[in-house]
């Protein structure tokens, strides 16, 4: 199945949490931070203006972003975990 967002949604699938800490502690999976980085999968077609134009999303697919933490709603397509999140619920665009 595949989605297409709409206006200024975007769907993004989180990185998998680390295992490790820094030290290199084993975490248990209740201990793990939920993820707060994902890879862009789909984009909706931006936010209507009033004018009947849009205001174009200034991500694509592939970008590899940083959301809020608990932002944006949590659904399972064909056994992937994914946020679907407005524009505004991403924090930046991870470069380099």
């Known amino acids: 199945m595949s989605l297409k967002p709409l206006d200024d949604r975007v769907v993004v699938e989180?990185?998998?949490?680390?295992?490790?800490t820094a030290g290199g502690i084993v975490l248990p999976e209740t201990a793990?931070?939920?993820p707060q980085r994902g890879k862009v999968v789909?984009?909706?077609p931006g936010r209507l203006l009033?004018?009947?134009d849009r205001h174009p999303i200034?991500?694509?697919?592939?970008d590899?972003?940083?959301f809020a933490k608990y932002g944006g709603t949590e659904i399972e397509i064909d056994g992937k975990e994914v946020?679907?999140?407005?524009?505004?619920d991403i924090?930046?665009?991870?470069?380099g």
Do not use: F, N
């Not at 200034?58 to 592939?62: D, E, F, I, P």
């Not at 924090?91 to 470069?95: G, P, R, S």
């Open 64 to 66: 590899e972003v940083l």
């Open 32 to 34: 793990k931070e939920k």
């Open 83 to 88: 946020k679907i999140l407005r524009e505004a």
């Open 91 to 95: 924090l930046a665009k991870v470069t």
């Open 58 to 62: 200034a991500l694509k697919v592939g």
């Open 50 to 52: 009033d004018s009947g």
């Open 14 to 20: 989180p990185l998998t949490a680390e295992a490790k």
């Open 42 to 44: 789909a984009v909706g």
